[in-house]
């Protein structure tokens, strides 16, 4: 920090070595006036104590309006490093170090292979990712890079988002992450119109990508298995579509920018089974657990934003058969069942991070 109090007992000339850094001249020049006017008139301490308010202003100036965000927009104030903090207790090895979205470079020239196949990593699927990923980007849009808070709002597909007139605080936030094909039209007083990123695999894309999202959301693809990144390469690549290998029959014409498109890295598919549902990353081939796109995408935001607010997560009650679980379909948990994720032990550790003040929760859990 340029303002540390033994400063004052270094002297002009140390002072002037520090701002030299910087480029302008103009402010160069002014604490070497202040100097000469110090020593010739009322004595070294009023002095130091202008020098000291010059610096003051200087770092003020040169750092913008960082240590004023109250000033900057009428939001909450950041709470920069929490998340990094809260997260770090909760998740072993946490670091912010890894990329959110593949990259071609790191397969063209391999450096370090990936520990597993899909859906926790990458091993196997070099080839045809060469393919994908020539054609798709990988940068995070100015937009939000240059954010100096990223406010994200994770916005699940749950029942309670109904009647929840909860559109106009999701679209406050400078971050709206959605997913799958969870529709906005018709439910905007309710969920929000914005939509910054989209989570989706091929058998939950929807199958106009256009209609539920803005003309710049990011289409993360979410890798579950190889036959994810052939269904993106024969669409963006126009090739012939493959029908086989899927649960359900995904989109064979999806219409999207492949400048929109993304494919998230499966690191934080790792992170979610292993650090936060602590499951073997290697399991037998029958009891197949698997993370939802809703956890994933709170472990994804928990990586690189500095607020994390969760809306819409939460199932009913397991003895509640007729109670619908998404806002817009007609679905019980019992079409759940079939499905290789466990949403009661998920349950258990989106608790945890509520606990502990890492998300905040903006609709019931
Ligand atoms: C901040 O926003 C609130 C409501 O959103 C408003 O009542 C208040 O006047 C605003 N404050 C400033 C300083 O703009
Ligand atoms: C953290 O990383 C070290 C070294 O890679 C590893 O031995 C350790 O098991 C990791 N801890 C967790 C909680 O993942
Ligand atoms: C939502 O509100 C409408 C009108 O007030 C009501 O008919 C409907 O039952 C409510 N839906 C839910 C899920 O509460
Ligand atoms: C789901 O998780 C709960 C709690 O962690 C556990 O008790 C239960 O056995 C799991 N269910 C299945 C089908 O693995
Ligand atoms: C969020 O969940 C906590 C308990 O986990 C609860 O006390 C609080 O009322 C919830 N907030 C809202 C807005 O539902």
Known sequence: MLLAAPMVNLGGKTLLQVTSHDESSGPR???????????????????????????????????????FPVQENNKTTCPLGEVEKKAAQLIGNYTRDHPLFLQLKDYFWVKTPSLYELPYGTKGSEDVLLRLLSITHYSLPESIQSLKCRRCAVVGNGHRLRNSSMGDTINTYDVVIRLNNAPVHGYEQDVGSKTTMRLFYPESAHFDPRTENNPDTLLVLVPFKPMDFQWMEAILNDKRRVRKGFWKQPPLIWEANPEQVRILNPYYMEVTAAKLLNLPMKQPRKV????????????????????????????????????????????TLKSMAASEHNVSHEAVAIKRMLELGLVKNLTYF
């Open 288 to 331: 197949k657990q698997k993370p939802t796109t809703g956890l994933l995408a709170i472990t994804l935001a928990l990586h690189f934003c500095d607020l994390v607010h969760i809306a819409g997560f939460g199932y009913p009650d397991s003895a509640n058969k007729k109670q619908t679980i998404h806002y817009y379909e007609q679905i």
């Open 29 to 67: 020049l002014i604490p070497f006036l202040l100097i000469k006017m110090i020593n010739k008139s009322r004595g070294k301490i009023l002095g130091v104590l202008a020098l000291f308010l010059v610096m003051v202003w200087y770092s003020i100036y040169r750092e913008d309006s960082f240590y």
